[in-house]
Antibody
Framework: QVQLVESGGGLVKPGGSLRLSCAAS????????MAWIRQAPGKGLEWVAW????????YYADSVRGRFTLSRDNAENSLSLHMNSLRVEDTGIYYC????????????WGQGTRVTVSS | AIQLTQSPSSLSASVGDTVSMTCRAS??????LAWYQQKPGSPPKLLIY???ILEGGVPSRFTGSGSGTDFTLTISSLQPEDFATYYC??????????FGGGTKLQIK
């Protein structure tokens, strides 16, 4: 079955950097778009970034564009999110999610990794 | 960006009840809408996509309807495991993909 396992979260000071990773298994990773979606404490869901199966197209939310970089390694079945210039408002749980493929919705999610930006 | 407004923000009901919640888009999105269920401490789960298509394994008591700007998620014969927060998401126009603010379904 599909499994998505995030790692790399932690506590970082404002202005700092983190690299999140997502290890995928149970499906043909190279066939699917993938995304990161985050959730601030006690808040709703916010789409962060989205990458096509071949990395030819990458979209970012306005709130992270220029600070976050999304990439994937289809040989390693992994997804990475490099986060720079972190802000307090970037705090939350970051979920790795698999695009369904036929529709731009997310049919599998990891358990998430917690990012805390605080001085 | 297309904004999604969910109402009500919270809803109380009893086991066995039928409940409905709505998602309104700031502009027409045809049927490009999905619904997710999220329980505390867990990631969201896809329930419905394309406004009315049930994801595999989701019980038939979940029904989605609507098109254009107004959408409804109906849960009939509520079960204890249905008490959760529900989010809608549009995929008609992106980026950005957008989510609604959520409806929290609580036990009365």
């Amino acid at each position: 079955q599909v499994q998505l396992v995030e790692s790399g979260g932690g506590l970082v000071k404002p202005g700092g950097s983190l690299r999140l990773s997502c290890a995928a298994s149970g499906f043909t990773f190279s066939d699917y778009y993938m995304a990161w979606i985050r959730q601030a404490p006690g808040k709703g869901l916010e789409w962060v970034a989205w990458i096509s199966s071949t990395s030819s197209t990458i979209y970012y939310a306005d709130s992270v564009r220029g600070r976050f970089t999304l990439s994937r390694d289809n040989a390693e079945n992994s997804l990475s999110l490099h986060m720079n210039s972190l802000r307090v408002e970037d705090t939350g749980i970051y979920y790795c999610a698999k695009d369904r493929g036929d529709y731009s919705v997310f049919d599998s999610w990891g358990q998430g990794t917690r990012v805390t930006v605080s001085s | 960006a297309i904004q999604l407004t969910q109402s009500p923000s919270s809803l109380s009901a009893s086991v066995g009840d039928t409940v409905s919640m709505t998602c309104r888009a700031s502009q027409g999105i045809d049927t490009a809408l999905a619904w997710y269920q999220q329980k505390p401490g867990s990631p969201p789960k896809l329930l419905i996509y394309a406004a009315s298509i049930l994801e595999g394994g989701v019980p038939s008591r979940f029904t989605g309807s609507g098109s254009g700007t107004d959408f409804t998620l109906t849960i009939s014969s509520l079960q204890p495991e249905d008490f959760a927060t529900y989010y809608c998401q549009q995929f008609n126009s992106y980026p950005p993909l957008t989510f609604g603010g959520g409806t929290k379904l609580q036990i009365k």
